[in-house]
Nanobody
Framework: SIRLVESGGGSVQAGGSLRLSCAAS????????MAWFRQVPGKEREGVAV?????????ATFVKGRFTVSRLQDNAKSTVSLQMNDLNSDDTAVYYC?????????????????WGQGIQVTVSS
């Protein structure tokens, strides 16, 4: 089965940086496309960034060049990272790693069958 484990969250001041990582394991054909989503209490989960099976990336408009998603494949496991720079208080949320058996797609949570447990990111102004 697919297992996704996030790490790297925490607290940072506005303007600072954090790097989130997602360790993914399980059948590779079930996690071809990987993504990061985020959610704050009372709001719907929103897409942040996608990396498709061929390495193409898609970002939410609010990212505005501040975040970079990447993937490192190492045999049966892969690590998907989200480098976040110039953070602001609006970026405070629980961030989730997600995996899809589709090779390509969009920032639509319904496309992703597998989810990590989530990790808190808090940005103080």
């Amino acid at each position: 089965s697919i297992r996704l484990v996030e790490s790297g969250g925490g607290s940072v001041q506005a303007g600072g940086s954090l790097r989130l990582s997602c360790a993914a394991s399980g059948p590779t054909d079930e996690r071809q496309m990987m993504a990061w989503f985020r959610q704050v209490p009372g709001k719907e989960r929103e897409g942040v960034a996608v990396i498709e099976s061929d390495g193409r990336t898609i970002y939410a408009t609010f990212v505005k060049g501040r975040f970079t998603v990447s993937r490192l494949q190492d045999n049966a496991k892969s690590t998907v990272s989200l480098q976040m720079n110039d953070l602001n208080s609006d970026d405070t949320a629980v961030y989730y790693c997600a995996a899809s058996r589709r090779p390509w797609g969009a920032l639509d949570a319904q496309l992703y069958a597998y989810w990590g447990q989530g990790i808190q990111v808090t940005v103080s102004s």
